[in-house]
C-alpha cells in the first residue's frame, strides 16, 4: 500500500483569538519515521493530539491508517499507539502491574500477554524492573517502559510526543534504536521533538514554527538546502595525494589543496561518492579521512532566518 | 461495553485506592469521626459541666438532692457559701451552672403532700449561653425529678417539680436532649440519619475531585483516551469501586452509630443501605464532574469545598428547611442531598416505607440519571 498512512489538509486550531496550528498539509509514507520539530510552544503536541483524535481541530481534515480521526476518533484506536509528554504510567502501581492494566483495555491477556511482553520485557531491557513502582523508576527506563506500554497491542502507528524529553544522551540513543527497530519491523512512527539533531534519525523532517510548516522535506534535503553541505577533510602525503585526486577525478565541486591533504565540499552524500573515497582510502593506506557534516542545529537556524526574511510576523 | 475492559478499570481502581494509606485513612476516619461528633458530641451529653451548688437548707433532704447531681457525670459540682456567690461566679464563667436549695426546703419537702406548695430551688443559668444552658436545665430538670420521688413521699407529684420551668420537661423521666446545633430539638437519632447525607455528599465528592484532574495532570487521562476503553467504561470504572467503598462505609457508619450511640435504623436497613449506594453515585458523578471540569487538582477541592457549604445550609442537614424562606427552600429541593436526607430520617427515625417517600426517591433518580449522563459527555469531551 502506498497511500499514505496519515493525511491532513488545512489542519487549523485556534484557542480563542490564538492560533496554535494553522493551516497544516501533512502526509506521511507507511513505514517511516516522521520528524515533527518545533520549538517549545509551536504547535507540536496540539497537533499530534488532533492527529490521534483528542482534541478536535478547528477546520481541515484528518485521515489517519483510512479513518476519519475528526468524525470517528474511536475507530483508529486499535491502530495507534501513543505516548505523551508525561509518560502515562500510574503512580503506585509497579510497571508489571501497569502493562497487565493497558494490556488488558487492549484485550491482551494471558498467554498471548505473557509472550508479548517477554519479548518487549527483552528488547527494551526492562526485566530488572517489572515490579518497581512506576514512580521509582529513572527517566530512561520510565521512557522505555511507556514506549513498551505504548507498542504491547502492536500498533500499526505509533505517535511518540517528546519522547526524550528529560533523558540522558545515553538512554536517548537506546531510545532511538528502538524506534528504528520497530520502522524496520514495518511500523510507523510520528514523533515529536525539540531536539533539532534527532532529525537525523527520521526519513522526514517537517519542521513547525508559530503554528505553520516551515520545512517539509527529509533531512538530506534540508541540508543540502540550507547549509553549506559536507566538508571532507583529507589528510594525505604529498606521495599518496596523486592517487587520492586520481579517485576523486570527476567530483564537483573539485577537491582543494589544503596545508596537510585535501579538502572536499559536498551539498550531499551519495553513495557513489562514498564508494570513491572508500576505494581512494584503500589505495592510499596513509590518508585519513574526517568527514563533518552540517549540524541540524544550524541547518534549522538557517531555515528559520530565510522564513523570517519572507514572513511578516517577523522573526520568532 | 466491554466487560473486561471494565473490570481492568475497576481492579486498578481499587489498586489506587487502598494503596493510597491517605485515602483509605480518610474513607475509615471521616464517617467514624463526623458520625461520633454530630451523634454524640454535639447532640447529646453535656459532660462535666460545672455546677455552682448554695445549699442554704442544710437538711437530709438537701444533701441527698447533691448527692444525686454529683452522682451523674453530666456536673462538677463546687460548693459556694451563698446565691450571692453564686451569682458572682456564673458572671465571671467559673460556673455555667447555679443551684440554690432555700433555707425552707426542708420544710416545704415535708408540706408537700397533695394539695400543698411543692418543694422549690434555684436554678440559675448563663443566658448568653443560651443552648448550653439549654442543656443544662434539661439535666438539672430530669435529675431533680428522678430523686425527687426518692426524697420520700413529700415530693408525689414530679409534674410540678421542684424546678422552675420543668413542665416542660414531662413525665420526669428520660433525658430531654438539646443539641447545641439542633435547633430542631431532636436527639442523636436526627443527627445521625444527617450525618450519612454529610458524609456521603462530602466525602464522595472530596474523593472522586482530584480522581480525573489527577490523571489528567498525570497523563494517564489522556492514554486511557486513547486506548479502546469508551467513556462511560471509564466512568463506570470510578463510580463501581468508589460506589462500593462508599456502600461499605455505610455499612460501617450503621453498625458504629449503632454500637456506640444506639442507634439503630427503625424501618428496613437493606432499604437505607440500597438508597444510600444509589445516592453515592449520584454523588459521585456529581465529584466526578467537578474534577473533569477543573484544569488544577486545588480547583477540584475548591469546588468541592464551596458546594459543601450550602450541602451544610441548605440540605436540613442542621437547619430545618421548613423554617426557612420560599425561595432558599426551592434552592434547597434542587441538592440531592436534602431529598437524599429527608429519605435517611424517614428510613432511620419513622420506619418509613417506600410508599411515603416516593416524590424525593423519584427526584433522586432523574438526578442521578442526569449526573451520570453529563458526567459521562464530560469525560468524553474533546476540547
Known amino acids: ?316 | 461495553m466491554n466487560r473486561r475492559r471494565l473490570w481492568t478499570l475497576v481492579r486498578r481502581e481499587i489498586q489506587a485506592t487502598f494503596r493510597d494509606p491517605f485515602t483509605v485513612t480518610i474513607l475509615v476516619s471521616v464517617p467514624i469521626g463526623a458520625l461520633l461528633l454530630f451523634g454524640f458530641i454535639l447532640a447529646t451529653d453535656v459532660k462535666h459541666l460545672a455546677l455552682g451548688l448554695y445549699d442554704g437548707s442544710r437538711s437530709a433532704a438537701s444533701r441527698r438532692l447533691a448527692a444525686d447531681l454529683a452522682a451523674n457525670k453530666t456536673f462538677d459540682i463546687t460548693a459556694y457559701p451563698s446565691s450571692d456567690a453564686i451569682g458572682d461566679a456564673l458572671g465571671s464563667g467559673a460556673i455555667s451552672v447555679g443551684v440554690v436549695i432555700p433555707a425552707d426546703f426542708d420544710d416545704d419537702t415535708r408540706r408537700s403532700r397533695p394539695g400543698a406548695e411543692p418543694p422549690r430551688i434555684q436554678v440559675l443559668y448563663d443566658g448568653g449561653e443560651a443552648a448550653l444552658a439549654g442543656n443544662a436545665e434539661a439535666f438539672v430538670n430530669s435529675l431533680l425529678q428522678a430523686s425527687a420521688p426518692a426524697l420520700g413521699d413529700q415530693a408525689r407529684d414530679p409534674r410540678r417539680s421542684v424546678v422552675p420551668g420543668a413542665e416542660r420537661g414531662g413525665g420526669g423521666i428520660g433525658v430531654v436532649a438539646r443539641a447545641v446545633f439542633n435547633p430542631g430539638l431532636e436527639g442523636t437519632p436526627f443527627m445521625v440519619a444527617g450525618t450519612f447525607g454529610f458524609v456521603l455528599s462530602f466525602l464522595t465528592t472530596l474523593i472522586t475531585a482530584v480522581s480525573i484532574v489527577n490523571e489528567k495532570l498525570a497523563g494517564t487521562f489522556e492514554q486511557l483516551q486513547v486506548t479502546p476503553a469508551t467513556s462511560i467504561e471509564i466512568l463506570l470504572g470510578k463510580l463501581l469501586p468508589l460506589g462500593a467503598v462508599f456502600a461499605f462505609d455505610v455499612a460501617l457508619m450503621v453498625v458504629i452509630a449503632g454500637l456506640v450511640l444506639r442507634v439503630w435504623p427503625e424501618g428496613s436497613a437493606l432499604l437505607f443501605v440500597g438508597v444510600s449506594a444509589y445516592y453515592v453515585l449520584i454523588s459521585l458523578a456529581l465529584g466526578l464532574i467537578f474534577s473533569a471540569t477543573s484544569a488544577t487538582a486545588a480547583e477540584a477541592v475548591q469546588k468541592t469545598v464551596l458546594f459543601s457549604i450550602p450541602l451544610v445550609q441548605l440540605s436540613g442537614f442542621l437547619f430545618p428547611v421548613r423554617n426557612m424562606p420560599t425561595v432558599v427552600q426551592w434552592l434547597a429541593n434542587l441538592l440531592p442531598a436534602t431529598h437524599y436526607i429527608k429519605i435517611s430520617r424517614a428510613i432511620y427515625l419513622r420506619a418509613e416505607g417506600l410508599g411515603s417517600m416516593m416524590p424525593d426517591l423519584l427526584f433522586l433518580f432523574v438526578c442521578g440519571v442526569g449526573l451520570i449522563y453529563y458526567a459521562r459527555r464530560v469525560i468524553e469531551a474533546r476540547a
Open chain 1, 1 to 316: 500500500m502506498n497511500t499514505p498512512i496519515i493525511q491532513a489538509h488545512g489542519l487549523t486550531k485556534r484557542f480563542g483569538d490564538f492560533t496554535a496550528v494553522d493551516a497544516l498539509d501533512l502526509s506521511v509514507e507507511r513505514g517511516s519515521i516522521f520528524a515533527f520539530l518545533g520549538a517549545n510552544g509551536s504547535g507540536k503536541s496540539t497537533t499530534i493530539r488532533m492527529l490521534i483524535g483528542l482534541l478536535r481541530p478547528t477546520a481541515g481534515t484528518i485521515e489517519v491508517d483510512g479513518v476519519d480521526v475528526i468524525r470517528r476518533p474511536r475507530r483508529v484506536r486499535d491502530h495507534i499507539g501513543y505516548m505523551g509528554q508525561k509518560v502515562s504510567l500510574y503512580q503506585g502501581l509497579s510497571l508489571r502491574e501497569n502493562v497487565e492494566f493497558y494490556a488488558g483495555l487492549y484485550g491482551l491477556t494471558g498467554e498471548e500477554l505473557e509472550r508479548r511482553w517477554t519479548a518487549l520485557r527483552e528488547r527494551f531491557d526492562l526485566g530488572a524492573f517489572e515490579k518497581e513502582r512506576s514512580e521509582d523508576l529513572s527517566a530512561g527506563v520510565r521512557q522505555r517502559a511507556g514506549l513498551a506500554v505504548a507498542t504491547l497491542h502492536r500498533p500499526r502507528l505509533l505517535f511518540l510526543d517528546e519522547p526524550t524529553a528529560g533523558v540522558d544522551v545515553h538512554n536517548r540513543a537506546r531510545f532511538w534504536e528502538i524506534i528504528q527497530e520497530e520502522a524496520e519491523a514495518g511500523v510507523t512512527v510520528f514523533v515529536t521533538t525539540h531536539f533539532l539533531e534527532e532529525a537525523d534519525y527520521c526519513d522526514w523532517v517537517s519542521f513547525i514554527d508559530r503554528g505553520r510548516l516551515i520545512a517539509n522535506a527529509p533531512p538530506e534535503e534540508l541540508r543540502s538546502r540550507f547549509s553549506q553541505g559536507y566538508r571532507i577533510d583529507i589528510d594525505v602525503t604529498a606521495e599518496e595525494r596523486p592517487r587520492v585526486l586520481q579517485r576523486l577525478d570527476g567530483a564537483i565541486p573539485a577537491p582543494e589543496l589544503t596545508a596537510t591533504g585535501l579538502r572536499v565540499r559536498l551539498p550531499k552524500l551519495e553513495p557513489e561518492f562514498l564508494g570513491r573515497l572508500e576505494q581512494a582510502a584503500k589505495e592510499a593506506p596513509g590518508a585519513r579521512i574526517a568527514i563533518e557534516q552540517p549540524a541540524m542545529t544550524d541547518v534549522f537556524r538557517r531555515v528559520l532566518a530565510s522564513v523570517a526574511s519572507q514572513d511578516p510576523r517577523g522573526a520568532p
